[in-house]
């Protein structure tokens, strides 16, 4: 089993920046993807950005440019740069892994751009 804990999110105006940490205990292979998705009120979760072990990263078109994904390996840990965020990026964000045929969530954790 794997656990994910996510941090790191709260309320900010528009144009700045928070951090996303999650970090992954218990079985732990070499090899997965770790990644962000969010899911906006009345809207379908989305990918927002995914990272394989070996650092390849994949965004989702909105948020090029803008956010950041990152992992440190020795830590289990994944993270997500935003900055210049937009009304639009207000959602509930949550943790992803995939290893070995498995997906594995965190618990979510809020996001809000406002003024």
């Known amino acids: 089993q794997v656990q994910l804990v996510e941090s790191g999110g709260g309320l900010v105006q528009p144009g700045g920046s928070l951090r996303l940490s999650c970090a992954a205990s218990g079985s732990i292979f070499s090899i997965n993807l770790m990644g962000w998705f969010r899911q906006a009120p009345g809207k379908q979760r989305e990918l927002v950005a995914r990272i394989t072990s070996g650092g390849t990263t994949v965004y989702v078109d909105s948020v090029k440019g803008r956010f950041t994904i990152s992992r440190d390996n020795a830590k289990n840990t994944v993270y997500l740069q935003m900055n210049s965020l937009k009304p639009d990026d207000t959602a509930v964000y949550t943790c992803?892994?995939?290893?070995?045929?498995?997906?594995?969530w965190g618990q979510g954790i809020q996001v809000a751009v406002s003024s």
């Open positions: 992803n892994m995939y290893q070995r045929g498995n997906n594995y």
